[in-house]
């Protein structure tokens, strides 16, 4: 599964320097039998990361229900080598970032009862480095 984008204005953009700015208000998500993964702080995941997350649930959950995937990594960071020398323009894209609000839901999981879709859940917020809250709306 491919979460980064399939084209881009630019080829490379600036490295995000400051953390996503911090909201302290929690999105409300107003459907019965469905499980959300909060995040509770700011900052940047990246591809990988969340690809480790959603396999992890999708194996807890026996591919049962539906999985939502809401950040999507759109930014680009680039580095060079460690043995380039100074000069002769930006490195390569090495990997892709999703910016992640705090209070923002990052997976949504649908159509599963609460003895499946809470371990999935947690098993898949292990593989996520923020701090995150696990909600049953």
């Known amino acids: 599964m491919l979460l980064q984008p399939k084209k ?3 080829k ?6 400051a953390l996503p700015k911090i ?20 900052g940047y995941i990246n591809v990988q990361q969340l690809e480790a997350a959603r396999q992890n649930i999708r194996r807890k ?10 950040p ?7 580095n060079k080598p460690t043995s380039a020398r100074m000069g002769k323009g930006k490195g390569k894209v090495n990997h892709w ?7 923002k839901p990052l ?3 649908h159509g599963i009862n609460k003895e499946q879709g809470l371990p999935a859940l947690k098993a898949g917020a292990n593989k996520l480095p923020l701090k995150i ?5």
């Open 8 to 10: 881009t204005k630019y």
């Open 12 to 17: 490379k953009y600036f490295k995000p320097r």
């Open 23 to 42: 909201t302290t208000k929690t999105q409300k998500l107003s459907e019965p039998g469905c499980f959300a993964i909060i995040s509770l702080e700011s």
């Open 61 to 70: 959950i026996k591919r049962e229900g539906k999985l939502e995937i809401l």
């Open 72 to 78: 999507l990594a759109d930014k680009a960071i680039s």
């Open 97 to 103: 970032v999703a910016p992640i609000l705090a209070g």
């Open 107 to 109: 997976l949504l999981l």
């Open 133 to 137: 809250k696990i909600l049953d709306l």
